[in-house]
Every structure is written in C-alpha cells, then in structure tokens.
C-alpha cells in the first residue's frame, strides 16, 4: 500500500540553524513528491515539488529537497532557518491519479 | 485573483443539525476534494470528485455528503450522523492528469456546541 512517513511529530531548531525535515514513501511506481507548509488555522501552501529529472528540487523560501530512490526518502532542508518557519510542513506524494497521500506532519519550532 | 474558497471560516453547530461547509474555485481544476484535518493525524479524505455530476468516497465518508453540480463548487454537508465533526476542514482542487499539484483553500473550523 502506499504510504508517506514522517518520522518527527516535533522538531525544534534555533534561529540561524539548519533544517532537514525528513519524509519516506512506500511506492510501487515512479512517485511525484510534494511538501507543503501550513500555518496555524490556514491551508496548506506548496512549497516544492518532485516531478522528474533532477533530484535537488529548489523551492520557495529557500527550501529545497532531494530525492533519493535508493532510500526512497525526499527531505526537506534549509539552510538557515528564520523565525517564520515556524509551522507544519507535510510531505505527499501521488501516483498521477486521484489519490494524493500525505504524511501526518512535522511541527517545526524555531528558538530565537 | 484565481484560488479556492472555503465559508465560512468557522461555524459553530448544535449536536443534532446539519452544516453545509462551501467550497468554489475559479481555477478551472477539474478534480476537486474534501479532507478532515485533526492534530497529529494528519489530512484524511473525505470525498473527491473528478467531473461534475460524480463524485467517490475517501476513506472518512461516513456522516457526510457532497454534490458537484458545477465544476466550480464542491459543497460539504456535515449530517448529525457525524459522530465526531469538530474539526478543520480542507478543500483542495487540481488538474486531472499526471502528477499535477494538489492546491488548498484556507479552511474551515467546524465545532459542535
């Protein structure tokens, strides 16, 4: 069955410091990869996404991600995190159908 | 500008009444969904729709129904067989086709009084 893990619930770094929010999928096919970030009380806003061809996906807000086939993983890293990171961020993936699959989240907390 | 649009952004409802949740995109998306958002278990689907007129069962359907009469609008209606509706709600949309970027509008906060 596919899945998406996301093995943190909690993360907490200090301002400054660097990011890597860690995702895992179970898929049988050629998977697209997305991470989102939603803020408290709000929708969930794209950050990137992982269709084909490269494997180190830069997104907005100076996000990027790698994908890696050989782990089936696809993190999520910044380099210098800002305050305003603060929030949730899923990772998904679909086959190309209906079905999207999201992990159940990792809670970023940033100390100033 | 183009997106999706969720009213109210929060309702309060008495156990035993039916809510309509609303949902309307002008992204001209084809596919259109409805999850369920509890803390710490992530997004769950409640139904999605792929054309006007059809819409399919996610994995949380029980207390809930859906219409698609427009491909624009994709109105939830939480029933009083909802044993549990407090909630956050998400609606999203997307291209049919492969791959394509699921977007989400801003939710709506549902609470049994």
């Known amino acids: 069955a596919q899945s998406v893990t996301q093995p943190d619930i909690h993360i907490t770094v200090s301002e400054g410091a660097s990011l890597e929010l860690r995702c895992n999928y179970s898929?049988?096919?050629?998977?697209?990869l997305f991470w989102y970030v939603q803020s408290p009380g709000q929708g969930l806003q794209l950050l990137l996404k992982?269709?084909?061809?490269?494997?180190l996906v830069q997104g907005i807000k100076g996000f990027e991600a790698e994908f890696k086939r050989s782990q089936s993983s696809f993190n999520l890293r910044k380099p210098s995190v800002h305050w305003s990171d603060a929030a949730e961020y899923f990772c998904?993936?679909?086959?190309?159908?209906?079905?999207?699959?999201f992990g159940t989240g990792t809670r970023l907390k940033v100390l100033a | 500008d183009g997106g999706i649009t969720q009213s109210p952004k929060y309702l309060f409802r008495k156990e035993g009444q039916n809510v309509t949740l609303s949902c309307e995109q002008n992204?001209?998306?084809?596919?259109m969904y409805w999850y369920r958002q509890d803390p710490g278990q992530g997004l769950r689907l409640i139904y999605y729709?792929?054309?006007?007129?059809?819409?399919q069962k996610g994995d949380i359907a029980e207390g809930y129904s859906v219409s698609r009469e427009k491909k624009e609008s994709f109105p939830l209606t939480v029933t009083s067989a909802q044993k549990n509706p407090t909630a956050f709600y998400l609606c999203?949309?997307?291209?049919?086709?492969?791959?394509?970027?699921?977007?989400f509008g801003e939710g709506s906060w549902l609470t049994v009084v």
């Open positions: 992204l001209n998306h084809d596919a």
């Open positions: 992982y269709f084909s061809g490269d494997t």
């Open positions: 998904a993936v679909t086959s190309g159908t209906y079905k999207y699959i």
């Open positions: 999203a949309s997307t291209l049919m086709g492969t791959g394509n970027t699921i977007y």
């Open positions: 898929y049988g096919a050629t998977p697209y």
């Open positions: 729709s792929q054309i006007v007129n059809d819409f």
